[in-house]
Nanobody, 122 residues
Framework: QVRLVESGGGLVLPGGSLRLSCAASERIFDSYAMGWFRQAPGKEREFVAAISWDGVNTNYADSVKGRFAISRRSAESTVYLQMNSLKPEDTAVYFC???????????????WGQGTQVTVSS
């Protein structure tokens, strides 16, 4: 059974930082690319960042480039999303997802976590 469990969300002031974590089943982690997506109320789910199975290649949405960083640690079967210089428009539920090859297309990911809420507000 494939499980993805996100954590680390919360309320943060504009300009602040958060680090999201996504713990994955060991069965898939070492061979799957991982992605982060987000969905704000009334909006479609959108791509945030992705990382290849070996951690060599990363890809970011233009809206988060230079502010967010995706990484992974095989020993912990965990992928991270470090979010800096947060803005109110970053407020959303953040989801991690897994597929064999990294992609920005949410519809191609077969495995998803339950999501964690990130709220950026003063």
């Amino acid at each position: 059974q494939v499980r993805l469990v996100e954590s680390g969300g919360g309320l943060v002031l504009p300009g602040g930082s958060l680090r999201l974590s996504c713990a994955a089943s060991e069965r898939i982690f070492d061979s799957y690319a991982m992605g982060w997506f987000r969905q704000a109320p009334g909006k479609e789910r959108e791509f945030v960042a992705a990382i290849s199975w070996d951690g060599v290649n990363t890809n970011y949405a233009d809206s988060v480039k230079g502010r967010f960083a995706i990484s992974r640690r095989s020993a912990e079967s965990t992928v991270y999303l470090q979010m800096n210089s947060l803005k109110p428009e970053d407020t959303a539920v953040y989801f991690c997802a897994a597929r064999p090859v990294a992609s920005a297309n949410a519809g191609t990911y077969p495995y998803w976590g339950q999501g964690t809420q990130v709220t950026v507000s003063s």
